[in-house]
């Protein structure tokens, strides 16, 4: 295994960011910045060892100043949108941003994908990972508690990428880490993913309002189009008649995973035909948005290109959005001095 690190360029207001990138011994190698410990590159062979980036993204920091689609994001301090922009904890309600119809996406107007991380090399003889770490200050973005926090991103000679989270508050918090990394096995400038096929191990997922604010009841995926129990490509039901798919404009919907705090397990797989790339997604966390990109328009991406709606798809593992608010949801607040964490691999194979 190897490492290396490059200046990524100078934001706006000056701040110098590093990409470190780390290389395993089959020629996969995986690329990620201090500057919102964002995801850039994910090199990885084909069936015929053809390498090709497999992450959508920009080619500077400068493209992740303004990165409206979230390409290769960290998002913190809690995914996906909560309900009104608002939630209570031992009896107060806090206040967070409204930046998506009167709800809170992502963290607000203020995401950790903006942010300076420190970072820390940690290698071993099979594995070589990068923790970047950050406190994020009392009632940043309107969340409660001073959150020490890292993120550790680690390359395998097992071809698998890890994102481990931990987490620390001097105060009783809410937190639902998660990553935006758009996928296409085909490569990132290869166009649309709906001939890549995906498997989800998901019996159940939660219905959503047009806000996409779900509603508080899980659902069957038993004979509607969220069935990904048996693999499918995911254009084949993207435009079908159903009201969930119609509030997403697509496949858009966080699935209930059977899986348990601390073991990270299989839960999805992704799978390029054509370049017969495929990816295995493992997480410990109970919840996972399948995102086909349909809202996807990104310019000036790598190359000097441009992404649009169906270039890549993310499987973001989480928390269910809004569990804060619906006491159904699996979901605790952080106390004070516990330590949050949780795991998610992408493993990749080419066949
Ligand atoms: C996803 C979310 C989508 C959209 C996207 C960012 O996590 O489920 O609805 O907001 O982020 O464009």
Redesign the pocket.
């Known amino acids: 295994m190897k490492r290396s690190t490059q200046s990524f360029g100078k934001t706006a207001d000056g701040r110098e960011a590093t990409l470190f990138t780390v290389t395993n011994d089959n020629g996969m190698s995986v690329s990620v910045t201090d500057f919102g410990a964002t995801v850039v590159k994910i090199c990885v062979p084909d069936k015929n060892g053809n390498v090709a980036d497999v992450a959508l993204g920009y080619d500077t920091v400068k493209g992740y100043e303004n990165n409206?689609?979230?390409l290769g994001a960290f998002?913190g301090r809690y995914?996906?949108?909560i309900g009104g922009a608002k939630f209570t904890l031992g009896g107060k309600t806090y206040e967070l941003e409204k930046n998506?119809n009167g709800n809170c996406?992502?963290g607000g107007f203020d995401p950790y994908s903006t942010k300076m991380h420190e970072y820390e090399i940690i290698e071993d003889e099979d594995s070589i990972g990068i923790e970047f770490s950050r406190l994020s200050p009392d009632m940043e973005q309107g969340f409660p508690g001073n959150l020490d926090y890292t993120v550790t991103y680690t390359l395998t000679n097992d071809n698998e990428f890890i994102i481990e989270y931990s987490a620390v508050s001097d105060k009783e918090t809410i937190v639902n880490f998660?990553n935006?990394t758009y996928f296409n096995l085909g490569g990132e400038a290869s166009g649309s993913i709906y001939d890549h096929l995906v498997r989800i191990d998901a019996d159940a997922y939660t219905p959503t309002d047009k806000e996409?604010i779900p509603t508080g009841v899980t659902a069957s995926v038993d004979g509607t189009p969220l069935d990904f129990r048996t693999e499918k490509p995911i254009g084949r039901d993207i435009n079908a008649d159903h009201i969930d798919l119609k509030n997403?404009g697509g496949f858009?919907q966080?699935f209930v995973l059977k899986t348990k705090a601390g073991d990270a397990t299989l839960v999805a797989t992704l799978r390029d035909p054509k370049s017969g790339r495929k990816m295995e997604v493992y997480t410990d966390l109970p919840g996972i948005?399948l995102?086909t990109?349909?809202?996807?328009k990104a310019e000036n991406t790598k190359g000097g290109r441009s992404y649009k709606r169906g270039d890549g798809v993310?499987f973001?593992s989480q928390y269910f959005?809004n569990s804060c608010n619906v006491p159904a949801f699996p979901y605790k607040p952080l106390k004070a001095d516990e330590e949050f964490n949780s795991i998610t691999v992408y493993k990749f194979i080419a066949e």
């Not at 990109?293 to 996807?296: C, D, R, Y």
């Open positions: 409206d689609c979230y998002v995914a996906n949108r998506d996406l992502h998660t935006h996409l997403a858009d966080n948005q995102y990109g349909n809202f996807l993310c973001e959005p």
